[in-house]
Each structure stands twice: as C-alpha cells, then as structure tokens.
C-alpha cells in the first residue's frame, strides 16, 4: 500500500510503519482541522466509477470540508477495508490515484489500515488540515442579520459527472478567510435545499432570489428528462461540493466581486440574504422569484 | 450519536456540527500521534461481545498503539457503517460505551460519521495522541546489541476474554517514555511470535529464553484443548495488547525492576535480548530452553 500511494507517503516515524505515526506539532498559531468521509461501494459510488474515480472523490470530498472552513489540507490517515476477492489490480489503481491526488494537494498519508470484510468495499479517510497564519476558521453559524449569500460555482446534476469530478475550492476557502469579509462558510453537499441551514443562523432565515441561481447545464438536462424544472435539481440533487457563504453585511459588493474575478476564474453568484426573523416567525427559507410548484416541492423537500 | 456520546463529545466547533472540527495545536513542543485500527464484524468481532464489549475493544485497541510510543491520548474521530438492519438499541449502546471509555482515557471524540452498508457492521476509529512533555516517542527499530527484552502482562489464551477485556498500557508506556532508559517498544497484537520483530532491527535476532516467558492462565487451558503446548498459545495467540519493549543495554536491570515494582502491579518479564547477527548470519528469532517440537512449529509460524 505505502509503495503505491508513492511520495504522498513519508517513511515512518512520519510515515506507516510504527505503531503511530509521529507528526511535528504544528508551529505556528494555528488551528487543526479535522473531518472524515468514507467512499462505500453502493453509496457513494459503484461500477459506473473506476478505483481512480472513487478514489478521487474520496479525497475531494474530504478536501471540500477543509475548503469550506478556509483551511489548507496537511494529512490523512486511509482505512480501507474490503472483500478478498477483490481484485489486486483494482487496490493499487485506487492507491495510486489517491497517492497522486494527496500529493497534489499536498497531502501526507500518514497512517492507515487494511481489512477485510465480506461483500463491502469501503474507504475510509480522516483528514486533516489547519487555519492559515493570521486566519480564523470560517464557521458556519456565525452570518449576521443583512449578510449577502453567495454559492461558488453551479448547482444541480452532478450525478452525470460532477459527484465525482469536482475541485474542492480550497483556493478561494482561503481567501474568503483572508479576506476577513467572510462571517460563514459550508460547503454544498447534500443540495441547497438542506445545505442553505448549515450558514443561517438560529432565528434567521435564508432569503434566496431564484432567478439569481447559477443553475448548471447538467441540471437543465436532468430537468428535460425529470420534468421537475431546473431549480428542484439546482436545490435538490446534492453533491455539488460547492462553497455556500455569508459576507459581513457593510460588504461592499462591486469591490468584493471585483476582487473575486481578479483572483480566480470560479463563478460566484450573489443568490440572497440572511435575514433574521422578526416576532415569533420560524421560516428559515424563504425563495424569491420562484414558480410556486418547486417552492411547494423545495419546502417539502426540507420538512 | 453526539447526545449518546456525552461529555466525550465537546460543543461544535471543536465537536461535531461544522465543516470540520476546530482544534487548538498542542502548545507545548510535542510531537503528535496518529493510529488507526477498526473493528468489523466477522473479523474483529461477532455476536459473542455485547455493543459495549465492541466499543471497548475499538477504543482500547487504538490506545494501545499510543501506549506503544510512550504517549497520552487526546481525541478521536470514529467513523461507523451500518447495514439499515442493525437496531438502535445496538447503535446507542455502542455509542454510549465508547464515550465513557473515552471520557475516562480523557479522549474527545471531536468528528464522525455515520453510513449505511448493506450486511455489514464496521466501526473505523482515528486516535490522536501526543508525547509527554520533554520525552521522544518510543520507536520500533531503535533497539541495541545486548538490549534486555521485557514483555508485560502475560501471553497467550486471549480469545476467552482478553482480546476485548484489556487495559492498555499507556501509564507503562508513559513511564518508560519518562526513564530515558527504553529504546524500542512496541504492542503485541499479532503475537510474541511475529510482534517480536518490530523491536528487533535489522541485522538482529531476538534472543528469547522460553523458560523466562509469562504463560497465561487460559493459554494453558487452550493448550489442554489444543495439545500444542502452552508456549505455542503464548507466541501466536495474539491480541494481548501487551507492551514489548527493549532498554538500554548498560541499564542496571535490578533497579529497573524495582523501580517498576514500586510503581505498577502490572507484571513485567525479561524474557531475554537483542543480539546482533555476527557475519552473514539472518537469524531473526533465537529460543533458549524451548522444546524441539515447539521450536520447529514457532519458526515455521514465522516464516
């Protein structure tokens, strides 16, 4: 396994080969990050995937967690465990393509284990990153009444490709913590339509302009075919391993936006607004611009 | 699962509920340890242990591995997978245990995740820990010509209730990690007869006098049953999740044994020493006062 992952993975002490692996504390004041996804055969991937393709979207999944709170990405520790008639040749594709992803990601694999199991075939990962110098985490429950939303990206049917074929968005993660503008962050992962809570804090709700959505062309395909319209996909399919998050409310937005397409080629939509609950209302989504069929369908969807 | 959990779990963003968990890096200038083991269902475990009994071995099995380099656990992330089936009473047991051997190891369980696995039970854990102040992990190859071999505990027998019901050995290995006096230690999962090499270096032999041995009660009821002979329960058994360990040769073994007696009531055995191979000699296990049929079935086991 360490020879196939490669250079990703270091000699012990750093490396496999003792009862732990042995890291150098970071030096710096710096916060850890921590987050762990596994990739299960018949879950979160099957056949139509290739050992390269699960494997990278093991990685990128677990990448997207560390992006989202605006982290860089250190080590990973790799459990994986499997039936025995699995194929060698299937192994050292997945570690290997592992092997090339953690690395270019700057990633170490430090540790890891191999089991077997009957009829399963899963992964494992813990990943591990940490806060850059001089940045705070970006957390999720911390936007504020008034603060403008925004998504990276376009959403909707990634099951045609971008579940797994997706780059986590650790680059503009960490500017938005440079930045100091950013009060909240989540990355999209289970659709919009959940994921929009992750960044709207208790009492508040979600304002969202529908007709400001970045909606992918994979999303109007599956709307051809579903007949349920382009906006459910957009909110409802899931895996879209985008950025979700919320500005300081005295952002000024053309600057922002500016500054944004001065640094990276990545789409970003201003889609709405925190707004916080007046009274006793409890709504925590509210969609502007919507036909009232998928609003119906959106609002059952999150119930 | 985090309710379940209980004071184990800390408040998000250090505990579950954001992106990632937020950890402070140790201050002080230690370095950190990182291993991962699971247990599966059919292979670790079956429905001879309780959910507690799983838990246990889970959590101990992992510390284990940080008592092996003379460190203190400090917080985990456990992934689990679960076919739909399993009921939540097993769930919440599992889970309530875990925290509570936690809470009394003084491990957070900062991060997890829950999937679903169609006829399979699986539970990956990740363990942090980091060396004591002013000590250097315990390494595995780091032993000498002439170094004294000692062992704790007694060995062998362990499928009748040790595989489970153990005490790691972390106030052990904390102490040898404070003496300057340890070299090279490891954990015996595998058994004596293969965990033997990790402290051996290369171009050494494990030098080990049979007689010497802490035979354990049940390896000697296994070998009524199984007419091999005690010493072969005690070399391949496995899972004693005993410390091996090797000191420096000029240390005065009378004062090393008295001072642990002062301190445990772990039992300790100097079961022999590590010699250096003279010429093109790869001897890799050498037994004193052992029988012939013993000695023909341990190094075939080996090889």
Not at 249 to 263: C, H, I, Q, R
Not at 264 to 275: A, E, L, M, N, Q
Request: glycine share 8%; charged share 20%; aromatic share 8%.
């Amino acid at each position: 396994m360490k020879l196939w992952l490669g250079s990703a993975a270091p000699q012990a002490p750093e490396g496999m080969g003792d009862d732990c692996s042995v890291l150098k504390a970071p030096q710096a004041k710096v916060s850890q990050l921590v987050t762990a996804d596994p990739v299960i055969y018949g879950q979160h991937f099957n056949d139509a995937l290739s050992p390269e393709q699960a494997a990278a979207k093991l990685l990128r999944r677990n990448l997207s967690d560390i992006a989202a709170m605006g982290g860089k990405p250190t080590h990973a520790v790799i459990c994986l465990a499997l039936d025995p008639s699995i194929s060698v040749s299937w192994i050292q594709r997945f570690y290997i393509q592992l092997g090339q992803e953690a690395l270019a990601n700057e990633v170490r694999i430090v540790g890891g284990d191999v089991s077997t199991a009957d009829n399963f075939l899963g992964a494992f990962l813990t990943l591990y990153g940490e806060t850059l110098p001089d940045t705070k985490p970006l957390l999720r429950q911390t936007s504020q009444d008034g603060s403008p939303v925004f998504v990276t990206g376009s959403l909707g049917g990634t099951i045609f490709k971008k579940h797994f074929d997706f780059t986590p968005r650790l680059a503009e993660g960490q500017w938005l913590a440079k930045s100091g503008l950013c009060l909240s962050c989540s990355d999209l992962s289970d659709g919009l339509g959940k994921d929009y809570a992750n960044i709207t804090p208790t009492g508040g709700t979600c304002e969202i302009d529908c007709s400001l959505l970045p909606i992918s062309r994979d999303a109007q395909t599956m709307a051809e075919k579903s007949g349920k319209g382009p906006l459910y996909h957009a909110f409802n399919d899931g895996e879209d391993f985008e950025l979700i998050f919320a500005l300081h409310p005295d952002t000024d937005l053309a600057v922002f936006l500016s500054d944004w397409k001065d640094e990276f080629k990545t789409r970003v939509s201003h889609i709405g607004y925190i707004r916080q609950n007046s009274g006793t209302e409890t709504t925590r989504l509210t969609l502007l611009n919507t036909t009232k069929d998928f609003a119906a369908s959106g609002y059952e969807h999150l119930r």
